[in-house]
């Protein structure tokens, strides 16, 4: 066993900046959470789906430019999203979409799923709350195309408990795209 | 390059560069019908008539390709499309905007690679040729074996550059050298277009970097729509009205509709709908007072146009506008339209917290990616002069009313699409696109004589404009 | 519309379009070799040939839709293609069946955007053209406005309309106003057709919404194929004789081969393999009785043909049959095949609890979407007066051997887009196909003079109808 | 901390219509239950897949169609599938693909991945039965293809215990498409 | 309940060739090493991403060839591969994408995703030591493109424990695709 | 096929098959002005150009299509691209290679489906047709009812066969009956391939299969870039400098680069650069002993070529190759460059334990798939003798820099795309690709007389030569 040989490399290695994710428990809890987000939204339960949105929600998916790896800190906008969005907002879409029946945008709905991976969980400095980093991929198809059109995501969440469950805080988008391929977020992410 | 293939086929091929007929023998003149005011819907996607498209629009056109302010500084500089080619926008040293192919004059390399940055020295990494802002040569790695050989002189090695002008921030670009001045492509609409973009001191500015995304359809899908297609509002909109927020409306529809009401104006394809004032100002502040007794200034006090949301932009905007401007101001304000080819143009109210209106333009640019694609730009831009806070309210309502995830404009583009896939069928290509709810030249007692006019019930005589200067373009030059 | 162009380059177009020539100087007619019974490979992904198949073929021709027990009720209606054409087919009020284009004459959008439903009125989300059931135009909203304008009246704004006809519930519709009636293109074939879907009172009836799926090959692929190509059953469905479902197969498949032999018929492109009863009878009953010695009545009590699965609907049969097509299904019913240009019809056998034999075809269309793309649409229909349980029966065998998953189709599926592939090539396309295995005409004793009768293993002979007919419509015409 | 702030919606909000998960290690096991199922499909071991299948194994793809959003109840058909299988039929299909050397549709075979996400189980009326429903995004590339045609779907599946793992007692698949996007399913999902 | 029925298949059905994998808390912490793994690529902390390789590592990427089911033993090179490394190869790679800002092949750099499903865990001989088997489906952005490219793939993981957290010790990653459909492996999988 | 449409359209259509001019009237050789050196950017993307470019390149020249020792024993096949055309490339009982178009001549399905193995028979999975590995056709099944037909004897029914000739172990092929053999394509640049490939008795094998990737850029991008672009080593691979493995480079580049440094040698579009061996001797032996002074014999004792790493190698060489080559590998070997239009050869060399180098070659072919993608395929290859243990490390160091993830070529297939790119554009597509770093010819003294040889900087002039058989062939022929 060769797990004592040295490591040859040629510059000084920086040490992981990432702290560790909390228990399997709070894990798999928020996990199941992240699912219930995701099931209900493929499922266009958007009424319900209000249930698990805090209060003082934030939502955010904020525009992104493609940059030289110098500058790769500032590809995100820090002001300016795709969407931008509270609480209040945020239920308007929903009334519009579930109540009205002349959305026409998502009228037949888009066929959209979203897969949820690469969770981890840490607990933060407020009791209760958490952040929450997860992968998102979305399919979304339409009338009869026959493929997907595809949004792949950073999802930076905050979660706090709420009773037996939890609820949505705040969460922000950080898209895999500078333009994105769709033609337009009539959808949650 | 010289010729020497002079025969037959080649006279042939010039005859179809000069006077266009597609190769099932169609001429483009045939795609419409000027006296019933119908085109044909395989314009909507016919391949061939898209790269004819390219050559005598988009290589020929001003086109609009951002904002002054998303450049401030010198060597900054954005990359953007003109049709299908890249461009860099950048800011030189004395402070001036350039326009240059972002395609390198050695190999073809693209020579920024990335969307947005700082340089003096556009580098490409292909073999390390070097262009200023500007876009001139700087030169070639081992200056003194002349890589760059000695067939041209340096200031010939530049990459390819654009016209540029200005308006009011808009920065606009042109490979045609004939061109006229953007005011001639402007027409008569630039009487309005400085309402919109040059009413402070201060000038717009861009809230933050443009959204992009993609759509699957022809881009005249969306041209033609922004040339004021006032129409679709009722319907496609429909569901703005059923959350309130248009105002209301009859279930029929038949009766008054508020927002379908004021002036459309259009010239050379540029169209807009100067919403009126009367109505805004019953549905928004609804005092019960008449404001059609009110004088220009009275009303401009009670409903400030767009932007104006303090006294001091009000005092600048009247320092800047002709009385003719301000009467147009306070009685009907240009709040949404085009900008031929391919601009689209939306105002936007938010609602602040003192229970006045902030506002902010949202600015589109529908670039086309093939018969079948086109990116859509998205800028939202405000006030310069605005208060940081009221810019923040600004900012998150228009997001949630205009682009990508637009209350509004997401029904928009998911309809284009459609419009597309219809063109493409064999018998859907030989429908046509009807212009035919005319209301006539109508302009009201006091509206300026500028560009045509067309007062009353929204109707397709602004929008069958945009397609006159399509026919001119693309059939007479 | 008026031309003004009349110059030499628009002769030349016109002469392209009269009598087609591909554009690197190939005439169509040059694709094909009648008298070695060759096809050019290049059919099979020409793009340029595509676009003339979409003129001379699919908007000239009767095309197959769906079948009438899809759209019981007034209202109901499904989106279906004709080419690549989208079309509501719809039943009115009176319960007549009519097909529109799905293209709104207002501005090009899809009036229907879902793919089935049911409504009295079809409202285009765009500006609100409404359209009732058989294409009509209602109305546009602000009716008094006259937002359609006064330059058409009302009755010229509904929806392109097909031309409807119904055979035994198959949907068909054309867009050819000068096309003959069905009967005319399905020639002597319809004797067949008549035997397979016309044997019984209560008609045939759809077992649920077709299956659909995407498939990256010229639809030529499968249309060739569908005209009676048998050949390919011992070796690309060979691992049906190897898990036993089609009898036994010799190792060197030189011998006997029970499931080959048959009477091919073929008219005008259309064609069916009629599949011995005698081979069906020995290798599903096998009671060792002498099939061949029996009356035309006492065969038909012992292996009734496809569907007939209870006395009942045996009686129905020889009601409505000829004595002469009584005979054909006594000694060898029609059982797979085609209509051309795009209709693949395959019988598949379900055996019962109760040791008879329940049946249901499988009907294919084959949706061009491109030179290399097509969809293909799956209907499993059975006799309507069918027990309900027997359906259940019926329809799980049915999906377990055709369509989608279909343990035969999944094979023919994969071999397709090869073909489209081979056909890209420069080298490939210069191949050709070949339909050189000749039986010639034999029309056994007894047997109805009706269309071209091949009797015996199946050969190329029925299928070289299919290019036969394609030749006529894309060259003669 | 504003988790006390009002929510305005204008509408009542629904309550949320599904129950909560089981536990983690039921959970565990249940989703090292679908690896396997992925693991041996994807490796073509369908002989041995056909261990992991309850004798009365109910395997239903239905058809779907695209509806308003008022009608979206009936999109998938009750009857009619793109599969529609028991053990027996299942068995027979692996015969051909494992057995004949003449399953052309497969062989050469598909290169087909099972990304298995967003399990969630539950307990049901029946001991040692659980209802489970996955994400299923199934890549599949063959020959010399460069790129990947896409499946996405929602599982619904009934799982028994049996000994120390699982059976399948029940699988519908829903896609997330109105025209399947491959020219065949001579794959299981 | 039919759960005694009796299975009818055409043939003899082979007992399952893939041992249990290991308990969900030994699972938990992988995954999150897993997760780490992912999260420091995706985000360009190559540099740091040093730290969870061990200094022995094997890291290879086959040539794959598709080949008729008979021959399918055989579909992957154990010679030749698109990447072939060691630790010291990859540190010189990392090295070069990290330090010289001139390593244009992703300057500007690839957007990617690296979404790891279908995680099983096994122990091995060596105490500390397990085998790992999980699903890599890359998604890859560039410029301003609007699609994705994908990569679909299966990796084989040797993964030793190293105090709370865990080193790689070898990596083998058995792509979907014979031939690969984006223009480079200038990224790590 | 007999023609019966002769008319105008026709007689067009063959003038453009024989003197190709694009769709809008640009005849080919407008595209190059062979004066000032360039090259219209459009070339890299135009699609009509492409079709071209499939008929009088891809089925007229030599093509190369793998190594002999992949396909060591008899049935042994793999399956490769000539164009978009398939081929098996199989080795019959006789040890024979031959190459057989892959579309079966039945109906144009691909007889092999599988990319590599062994088989005697190759059967078609559609209908049967069998065939041997020379492509030679078998018989149809059913033997007895000939299903073939008889229109063809057996003899015509095989495969389409391409002519084939090895090139020490390198498989050539062409559709072209009328080339002359390779070497006429090698031109004088055969001198230099013999010393790469043809230096041991043993000769090269290939370290496994190779590499394959799609790259979305159009072929050319690559090609002409292989024909001895070395200037773009600074630049674009400046980070194989900054990482150490290039030897210094000063910060300007201005100053000596001694990998710039050697004789570039080209003829018909064949290109190599041989680098210098005193340039390489110092900067990897660096022991101060002066290069210059030594003999040939010393030189070679010093510093091998790529290849030989042991005394046997050294020995077999010296008998196998001219003084003249032997000088050349003494003084300057070749060691990167391609073979006209698609192969792209780079050596690499490999530190082994001992202080001394092995050393391997990377050899691509650029295959087209569309005007804008093309697959690239790798293979790695080096001397059959070198023993095992070197070998592998041969292969690991090599899979490191060349190929799919390799240090170096990672950087060319991400710029590639971009040229692509920028021909799409209307304005980008009248960009030039230029060549105007011209050295001249300047042989050194005591160089053998064979091809065009430009000695000192590596400049552009054997890169034109790319160019220039890419007229000959475009244009001229
Ligand atoms: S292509 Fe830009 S320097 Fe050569
Ligand atoms: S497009 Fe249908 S109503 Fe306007
Ligand atoms: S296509 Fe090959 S045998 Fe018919
Ligand atoms: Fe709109
Ligand atoms: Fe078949
Ligand atoms: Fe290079």
Same mark, same amino acid.
Request: with cysteine; net charge negative; proline share 6%.
């Given at each position: 066993?060769?797990? /004592?040989?040295?490591?040859?490399?040629?510059?000084?290695?920086?040490?992981?900046?990432?702290?560790?994710?909390?228990?399997?428990?709070?894990?798999?809890?928020?996990?199941?959470?992240?699912?219930?987000?995701?099931?209900?939204?493929?499922?266009?339960?958007?009424?319900?789906?209000?249930?698990?949105?805090?209060?003082?929600?934030?939502?955010?998916?904020?525009?992104?430019?493609?940059?030289?790896?110098?500058?790769?800190?500032?590809?995100?906008?820090?002001?300016?999203?795709?969407?931008?969005?509270?609480?209040?907002?945020?239920?308007?879409?929903?009334?519009?979409?579930?109540? /009205?029946?002349?959305?026409?945008?998502?009228?037949?709905?888009?066929?959209?799923?979203?897969?949820?991976?690469?969770?981890?969980?840490?607990? /933060?400095?407020?009791?209760?709350?958490?952040?929450?980093?997860?992968?998102?991929?979305? /399919?979304?198809?339409?009338?009869?195309?026959?493929?997907?059109?595809?949004?792949?995501?950073?999802?930076?969440?905050?979660?706090?408990?709420?009773?037996?469950?939890?609820?949505?805080?705040?969460?922000?988008?950080?898209?895999?795209?500078?333009?994105?391929?769709?033609?337009?977020?009539?959808?949650?992410? | 390059?010289?010729?020497?293939?002079?025969?037959?086929?080649?006279?042939?091929?010039?005859?179809?560069?000069?006077?266009?007929?597609?190769?099932?023998?169609?001429?483009?003149?045939?795609?419409?019908?000027?006296?019933?005011?119908?085109?044909?819907?395989?314009?909507?996607?016919?391949?061939?008539?898209?790269?004819?498209?390219?050559?005598?629009?988009?290589?020929?056109?001003?086109?609009?390709?951002?904002?002054?302010?998303?450049?401030?500084?010198?060597?900054?500089?954005?990359?953007?499309?003109?049709?299908?080619?890249?461009?860099?926008?950048?800011?030189?040293?004395?402070?001036?905007?350039?326009?240059?192919?972002?395609?390198?004059?050695?190999?073809?390399?693209?020579?920024?690679?990335?969307?947005?940055?700082?340089?003096?020295?556009?580098?490409?990494?292909?073999?390390?040729?070097?262009?200023?802002?500007?876009?001139?040569?700087?030169?070639?790695?081992?200056?003194?074996?002349?890589?760059?050989?000695?067939?041209?002189?340096?200031?010939?090695?530049?990459?390819?550059?654009?016209?540029?002008?200005?308006?009011?921030?808009?920065?606009?670009?042109?490979?045609?050298?004939?061109?006229?001045?953007?005011?001639?492509?402007?027409?008569?609409?630039?009487?309005?277009?400085?309402?919109?973009?040059?009413?402070?001191?201060?000038?717009?500015?861009?809230?933050?970097?443009?959204?992009?995304?993609?759509?699957?359809?022809?881009?005249?899908?969306?041209?033609?729509?922004?040339?004021?297609?006032?129409?679709?509002?009722?319907?496609?909109?429909?569901?703005?009205?059923?959350?309130?927020?248009?105002?209301?409306?009859?279930?029929?529809?038949?009766?008054?509709?508020?927002?379908?009401?004021?002036?459309?104006?259009?010239?050379?394809?540029?169209?807009?709908?100067?919403?009126?004032?009367?109505?805004?100002?019953?549905?928004?502040?609804?005092?019960?007072?008449?404001?059609?007794?009110?004088?220009?200034?009275?009303?401009?006090?009670?409903?400030?146009?767009?932007?104006?949301?303090?006294?001091?932009?009000?005092?600048?905007?009247?320092?800047?506008?002709?009385?003719?401007?301000?009467?147009?101001?306070?009685?009907?304000?240009?709040?949404?339209?085009?900008?031929?080819?391919?601009?689209?143009?939306?105002?936007?109210?938010?609602?602040?917290?003192?229970?006045?209106?902030?506002?902010?333009?949202?600015?589109?640019?529908?670039?086309?990616?093939?018969?079948?694609?086109?990116?859509?730009?998205?800028?939202?831009?405000?006030?310069?002069?605005?208060?940081?806070?009221?810019?923040?309210?600004?900012?998150?309502?228009?997001?949630?009313?205009?682009?990508?995830?637009?209350?509004?404009?997401?029904?928009?583009?998911?309809?284009?699409?459609?419009?597309?896939?219809?063109?493409?069928?064999?018998?859907?290509?030989?429908?046509?696109?009807?212009?035919?709810?005319?209301?006539?030249?109508?302009?009201?007692?006091?509206?300026?004589?500028?560009?045509?006019?067309?007062?009353?019930?929204?109707?397709?005589?602004?929008?069958?404009?945009?397609?006159?200067?399509?026919?001119?373009?693309?059939?007479?030059?």
């Amino acid at each position: 066993m060769s797990n /004592t040989a040295e490591k040859i490399a040629p510059f000084e290695i920086p040490p992981i900046s990432l702290p560790k994710p909390t228990d399997s428990i709070t894990h798999y809890q928020i996990q199941q959470f992240l699912h219930l987000d995701a099931y209900l939204l493929d499922h266009h339960l958007l009424d319900q789906w209000l249930n698990i949105l805090a209060p003082d929600l934030r939502y955010f998916v904020p525009v992104r430019q493609t940059k030289e790896r110098k500058d790769r800190d500032s590809e995100f906008s820090t002001k300016l999203g795709h969407m931008d969005d509270n609480f209040q907002s945020i239920a308007l879409r929903v009334h519009r979409l579930v109540n /009205t029946g002349t959305a026409w945008s998502e009228d037949p709905a888009s066929r959209v799923r979203r897969f949820v991976s690469n969770v981890s969980v840490w607990e /933060t400095d407020v009791t209760g709350e958490y952040d929450v980093i997860s992968y998102l991929l979305l /399919t979304r198809n339409r009338f009869y195309q026959e493929d997907y059109t595809l949004l792949s995501a950073e999802r930076h969440d905050r979660v706090r408990r709420k009773g037996e469950t939890f609820e949505l805080v705040r969460r922000e988008v950080r898209m895999d795209q500078s333009v994105l391929g769709m033609p337009n977020l009539a959808i949650f992410l | 390059m010289a010729t020497q293939n002079g025969n037959a086929n080649e006279d042939y091929a010039m005859l179809r560069k000069a006077n266009p007929v597609l190769s099932d023998g169609t001429p483009i003149a045939d795609l419409f019908n000027l006296e019933t005011r119908e085109v044909s819907l395989s314009t909507m996607y016919d391949p061939e008539l898209y790269r004819v498209e390219m050559d005598k629009i988009f290589t020929k056109v001003w086109l609009l390709l951002g904002h002054a302010t998303e450049i401030p500084k010198s060597g900054d500089y954005v990359v953007r499309h003109m049709g299908e080619d890249e461009v860099i926008v950048a800011r030189d040293r004395k402070g001036e905007i350039h326009v240059s192919l972002n395609v390198c004059p050695h190999r073809g390399m693209h020579v920024c690679t990335a969307e947005s940055g700082n340089a003096q020295v556009h580098k490409c990494i292909y073999h390390g040729w070097a262009f200023r802002p500007d876009g001139s040569f700087v030169g070639a790695p081992l200056e003194k074996e002349k890589m760059h050989g000695d067939i041209y002189p340096k200031e010939k090695l530049g990459l390819k550059k654009a016209r540029v002008q200005l308006f009011h921030g808009l920065i606009f670009a042109t490979w045609n050298e004939e061109a006229g001045p953007l005011e001639e492509q402007l027409g008569d609409m630039k009487f309005y277009y400085d309402i919109m973009f040059g009413k402070t001191h201060g000038g717009m500015e861009v809230l933050g970097p443009p959204q992009r995304l993609t759509i699957p359809a022809n881009w005249k899908t969306a041209g033609e729509q922004a040339a004021c297609d006032g129409f679709h509002t009722l319907t496609l909109h429909r569901s703005q009205f059923d959350i309130g927020n248009f105002g209301n409306i009859s279930d029929t529809m038949e009766e008054f509709v508020p927002i379908m009401q004021g002036v459309n104006v259009a010239d050379r394809g540029n169209a807009l709908r100067c919403i009126s004032a009367a109505t805004t100002f019953a549905s928004v502040i609804g005092s019960g007072e008449d404001f059609n007794k009110m004088s220009d200034d009275e009303r401009l006090a009670k409903l400030p146009p767009p932007g104006i949301v303090n006294a001091q932009l009000l005092a600048e905007m009247k320092e800047r506008l002709s009385p003719e401007q301000l009467h147009v101001c306070a009685v009907a304000p240009p709040q949404v339209g085009n900008m031929f080819p391919n601009v689209n143009l939306l105002f936007i109210y938010a609602p602040l917290p003192d229970g006045t209106l902030g506002s902010g333009y949202v600015v589109h640019t529908i670039n086309p990616r093939g018969p079948d694609k086109f990116q859509w730009i998205t800028w939202f831009l405000c006030e310069k002069d605005t208060p940081e806070e009221v810019k923040d309210i600004i900012r998150a309502v228009a997001v949630q009313t205009g682009g990508t995830s637009g209350l509004i404009e997401q029904d928009d583009s998911d309809t284009w699409p459609h419009m597309t896939e219809a063109a493409r069928g064999s018998w859907g290509r030989t429908e046509t696109l009807k212009y035919q709810a005319i209301g006539g030249v109508n302009r009201p007692e006091g509206w300026p004589d500028k560009a045509n006019v067309y007062a009353g019930l929204s109707k397709d005589d602004a929008q069958w404009h945009w397609w006159l200067q399509y026919h001119e373009l693309m059939v007479n030059k």
